[in-house]
């Protein structure tokens, strides 16, 4: 099953694989691996804040000599948002996961949190 990988497990996958076990890590070698439009996003709104240093350009431009796709937002993805449950009130995670439901893939994350939406998302370790 393809994997959407949270904005937090692709900045460990890109900058520090290290900090992510090996079990992780060999389940994204070998998955079909997604990158939300939406993290692209997150990342640039935090690092413009100074709330996280990254360069957005850099980020995008490892994406694809990673062997990951970009996953566009669709309007279908932003709808879908309405209905998830008050579980997390985080807007990008929520995007994420309402895209992991929408597309039935799963959600690579970190965030134990988003485990109370369902079997969409998986925990990183």
């Known amino acids: 099953m393809p994997l959407l990988l949270d904005t937090h497990v692709l900045l460990w996958v890109l900058n520090n694989p290290a900090k992510l ?5 060999n389940l994204i070698e070998r998955s079909e691996v997604l990158v939300s439009a939406a993290s692209l996003w997150e990342i640039s709104i935090k690092a413009a804040l100074g709330k996280l240093k990254a360069n957005p350009q850099d980020i995008f431009d ?4 990673s062997g990951f796709d970009i996953l566009p937002v669709q ?6 948002v309405f209905s998830l449950g008050t579980v997390h009130g985080d807007p990008f995670d929520r995007l994420l996961v309402a895209q992991a439901m929408s597309e039935r893939i799963s959600l690579l994350t970190l965030d134990d949190t ?3 939406y369902g079997p969409s998302v998986r925990l990183a370790e």
Not at 62 to 65: L, S
Not at 75 to 80: D, L, N, P, S, V
């Open 21 to 25: 076990s090996k079990k992780t890590r």
């Open 62 to 65: 490892a994406i694809k000599p």
């Open 75 to 80: 309007a279908e993805h932003a709808i879908a």
């Open 114 to 116: 988003l485990l109370g």
